[in-house]
């Protein structure tokens, strides 16, 4: 958690994450090129670690892109979102890897500049099957490098939340580009109408993936509350929330993550400062509800993290009627104090 510009902090859990992500990209270009070679022993070694970095690249992409709708629809799957820039620059050099040793084999052996020849080798850019398809590729390696090299908090406190998130949001345009490369790179081979039939698999399941979280999404969001005559809108009881967790409400058109903790009642908005991480899919840690993305944290209370930070979500009036939870439906500025509601013990 924090406003500024701090070192990587490398604990146990991500160094876990980070090794078991090389040995599985390690074990899978070994095997690749094993496999290969075992299949044709004449096979050209530069072509298959060509097609084993990019590969991997596309594949670790996919993993990638697959992790947020997973972690909407499970929440077991959240703990990889804490790990998931490390998957991302990986990916990155990957790519990059793929796209220097394609490059030293495809264009390095003529008079032209290698990085000139990838760009004028091939002008079909009218042409659906003879498009060149590198340039697709180069493309999405820059929007990739550009990621890469702002995926620290450093660009995010400096950038803004927002343009930072935006910026990022390129990535399914890379992954667009990538589709095409890897497709249209196939076709041109003449030699592998099967890899064409994978990436299509792929992207069903990307996009599959992401319209079933977001229709479950809607349908949270569907589930329409009404104030009373006090501007209060009724929740739910306090058995529906498990003990220093959330129930996520949609109140007004906005999310309102409601906290049960050490007989208390308190609700803020389940947007995070931080990159609009939902905070109603978290935790209270130390007495904080602590966002289940990156660990930003807010006091109950007030929704106002705890000093020297300063980030501020705003948070509501919550009122008790038996075991029945009443929030008002206006919420109060951020890090304004309101008094939790309290549970009887009777």
């Known amino acids: 958690m924090g406003v500024k510009y701090k070192p990587v902090i490398w604990t146990k859990q991500i160094v876990i994450y980070d090794a078991i992500l090389f040995v599985c990209l390690a074990l899978y270009i070994y095997l690749f090129v094993f496999i290969s070679q075992s299949i044709d022993p004449d096979v050209d070694i530069k072509g298959v670690n060509i097609r084993a970095y990019g590969s991997a690249a596309i594949i670790l992409l996919h993993v990638i892109l697959s992790i947020g709708p997973l972690a909407r629809l499970n929440t077991k799957f959240l703990p990889l979102l804490f790990n ?7 990916m ?5 890897n793929h796209a220097r040793l394609a490059i030293d084999w495809y264009h390095k052996l003529g008079d032209t500049d290698p990085y000139i020849s990838l760009l004028i080798s091939n002008l079909n850019f009218f042409d659906f099957i003879r498009f060149p398809f590198e340039i697709l590729g180069l493309l999405a390696l820059i929007i990739l490098f550009v990621m890469a090299a702002t995926s620290h908090d450093f660009w995010l406190a400096n950038l803004t939340a927002p343009v930072w998130k935006a910026l990022h949001m390129f990535v399914y345009l890379a992954y667009g580009l990538l589709v095409g490369h890897v497709v249209l790179g196939a076709l041109q081979a003449h030699t592998n109408s099967l890899l064409v039939v994978i990436v299509g698999l792929g992207m069903v399941w990307i996009v599959g993936l992401h319209l079933i979280a977001g229709f479950q999404e ?63 899919e978290g935790k ?21 993290s705890p000093p020297p930070f300063t980030e501020k979500v705003p948070n509501f009036d919550v009122k008790l009627v038996g075991d029945r939870i009443f929030v008002k439906a206006s919420p109060n500025r951020p890090g304004t104090y309101v008094e939790p509601a309290l549970i009887s013990n009777g």
């Open 284 to 304: 209270i840690i130390d007495g904080c509800i602590t966002c289940p993305w990156h660990g930003y944290q807010y006091a109950p209370e007030s929704g106002a």
């Open 84 to 90: 998931r820039r490390h998957l991302g620059v990986t």
């Open 218 to 280: 809607f349908r949270k969001d569907q589930n329409l509350l009404f104030p009373d005559e006090e501007d209060f809108v009724e929740v739910g009881t306090i058995d529906d929330i498990p003990e220093y967790r959330a129930k996520v409400v949609a109140i007004a058109g906005e999310r309102v993550a409601v906290f049960k903790y050490d007989g208390k009642i308190s609700a803020i908005s389940n947007a995070c400062q931080h990159q609009n991480g939902p905070l109603g």
């Open 92 to 96: 990155f050099l990957l790519a990059a």
